[in-house]
């Protein structure tokens, strides 16, 4: 195996291009001017975007009926039962403001107009209320994600 | 750890999209607040959104996607001012165009009761290719 080591690349047609293989490894990206704003290009092509703001910043699989618990998340620490079909939550890096997208859904086998919304979003906190109907209930699967700007 | 320091990820042939590993990015996210004069609160790749009355909201991408079989998830707070709980939900009307859809907002007190509502707090997210 050959190896090269280096601290900085530049292009050699372009200063600012650099041509690599098709499969790179690295365990870590950052962007060079900025370390939080990498652009990447459309599928399609017709247009480029910041990579960073379409990554989830947070997501949860979790219950609440029996003892409440995560089934699967990234990015969440903790999950508080706050009462019948209410979930509140610890996020582990903190988000930048409370102006986070948080849609939810429920899976709810066997309860009738299943439904769960947000309630409360803080830098350190999301919480998420379940109704069956027009009642609070607590559900066996609900699914939370969160988009936003990481502090 | 190692680190690469950069602006701009393509694909090696220098236009292509470049190949994220088994992990997909959201295209779009909006957070408005529907109370008053509809307002963006937060979003990504969003152009603007359209008050059409009660509950009805038009949102507009800057980046339009190839099609308009894109994947939507909706949500919407709990109304605190409001005497909870109640049923409340938040979805997708229609997509108009590959740069437009339309989200409707309703509450009610039960399932046979159910109004369109201004609701404080609408999230929409989508997944799909762009153009």
New interface residues.
């Given amino acids: 195996m050959s190896e090269i080591k280096v601290d900085t690349l530049t292009g050699k047609t372009s200063a600012?291009?650099v041509?690599?293989?098709?499969l790179?490894k690295?365990?870590?990206?950052?962007?060079?001017?900025s370390?939080g704003?990498?652009?990447?290009?459309?599928?399609?092509?017709?247009?480029?975007?910041?990579?960073q703001?379409?990554?989830?910043k947070a997501w949860a699989n979790f219950h609440q009926d029996g003892t409440q618990s995560i089934d699967g998340s990234i990015n969440i620490t903790s999950i508080t039962d706050s009462g019948v079909?209410e979930s509140s939550f610890g996020i582990s890096n903190a988000l930048s403001?409370g102006?986070?997208?948080?849609?939810?859904?429920t899976v709810g086998a066997g309860l009738?107009?299943t439904?769960s919304?947000?309630?409360l979003a803080r830098t350190t906190v999301v919480k998420i209320?379940t109704?069956a109907?027009?009642?609070?209930t607590d559900a066996s699967e609900i699914n939370m994600?969160v988009?936003?700007?990481l502090a | 750890m190692s680190t690469v320091k950069v602006d701009t990820l393509v694909a090696s042939d220098g236009t292509s999209p470049v190949t994220l590993t088994k992990q997909h990015a959201a295209k779009t996210w909006t957070n408005w607040n529907g109370q008053g004069t509809a307002a963006i609160r937060d979003s990504f790749n969003t152009a603007s959104i359209t008050d059409n009355g009660t509950g009805d909201t038009t949102v507009t991408v800057s980046n339009a996607f190839a099609n308009a079989d894109f994947s939507t998830v909706c949500g919407r707070d709990s109304t605190l001012s409001q005497t909870r709980p109640k049923l409340l939900n938040m979805s997708r009307d229609t997509a108009l165009s590959t740069t437009v859809s339309r989200y409707l907002s309703v509450e009610g007190t039960g399932s046979s009761t159910v109004a369109d509502e201004d609701c404080e707090f609408n999230f929409v997210t989508i997944h799909g290719d762009l153009a």
């Fill in positions: 600012t291009t041509t690599g293989p098709d790179f690295t365990d870590e990206l950052q962007g060079k001017t370390a704003d990498i652009t990447v290009t459309s599928e399609g092509g017709a247009a480029t975007m910041q990579l703001q379409g990554l989830a079909g403001n102006n986070d997208n948080i849609p939810t859904t009738s107009n439904h919304v947000f309630n209320e109704y109907g027009s009642s609070y994600l988009h936003g700007d």
